[in-house]
């Protein structure tokens, strides 16, 4: 009987352990702040830093709108509730990407932080009438990592391409040079020590809508068209 009674516990547990709102019950079960206390959810979705039509024709309105207000939207509030239950609540968000990366048993609460930090660094990337070349410091140095803009372009592109499954390519700052990662789901630079300067999300709803399969497309079209230089270059400083 009470070996039947523990089963049936344990399942029970597992079940609601899917939800982060019973998580969050279960913390103030426990005698923690309740989420609608002092610690209140404290994660809001960035602002676009453009109107949601101004990467057309390259990026339509409707991706923006599915990606920025149901995407990145839905990490946010994924976030929110698992910091609860992991009592992470007024914590930063670059300070919860650190404490849970490569933990096995905070792989939700990283993947949503990480998505959160990763969605508003892609935004950043991106400008209307982006694209073109860099200039300054930002072009010398990715002169001196990788021979040429062409070269870089082309590496670049290959990456973003050969990342299978969901992910992203990165242009990243590691040490005194500049490198080209891709990161699975939603890892990030940041988790490694690199500091990234600009980032293209590969992941499928980044560019079914408008190019269906046709990823290689999307990279091109985001070198060419997209790509917001002057924003990698203030992230060198
Ligand atoms: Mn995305």
Not at 136 to 145: D, F, K, M, P, T
Not at 165 to 174: E, P, R
Request: with cysteine; proline share 3%.
């Amino acid at each position: 009987m009470n070996l039947t009674f523990g089963k049936g516990w344990v399942a029970m547990l597992v079940l609601v352990s899917l939800s982060g709102t019973v998580i969050a019950a279960n913390a103030q079960a426990q005698g923690k702040t309740s989420s609608a206390g002092e610690n209140a959810p404290a994660f809001i979705l960035p602002a676009l830093p453009y109107a949601q039509d101004a990467l057309e024709p390259h990026l339509s309105a409707r991706t923006l709108s599915v990606h920025y207000g149901k995407h990145h939207q839905a990490y946010v509030d994924n976030l929110n509730k698992l910091a609860v239950g992991a009592k992470m609540t007024g914590q930063s968000l670059e300070s919860i990407i650190l404490q849970s990366a490569g933990k096995a048993d905070q792989a939700g609460l990283f993947n949503n932080a990480a998505q959160v930090w990763n969605h508003t660094f892609f935004w950043k990337s991106m400008k209307p009438g982006g694209g073109g070349v860099p200039t300054g410091r930002l072009a010398e140095q990715i002169n001196v990592s990788f021979g040429s803009f062409d070269a870089f372009k082309t590496a670049f592109s290959e990456a973003a391409m050969t990342q299978f499954g969901s992910g992203w390519a990165w242009l990243v700052k590691d040490g005194d040079m500049l490198k080209i990662v891709k990161t699975s789901n939603a890892d990030t630079p940041l988790a490694h020590g690199q500091t990234a300067l600009l980032a293209c999300d590969v992941w499928e709803h980044a560019y079914y809508i408008d190019y269906q399969n046709r990823r290689k497309d999307f990279v091109q079209t985001f070198l060419d068209h997209l790509a917001n230089w002057d924003f990698a270059a203030s992230q060198m400083e």
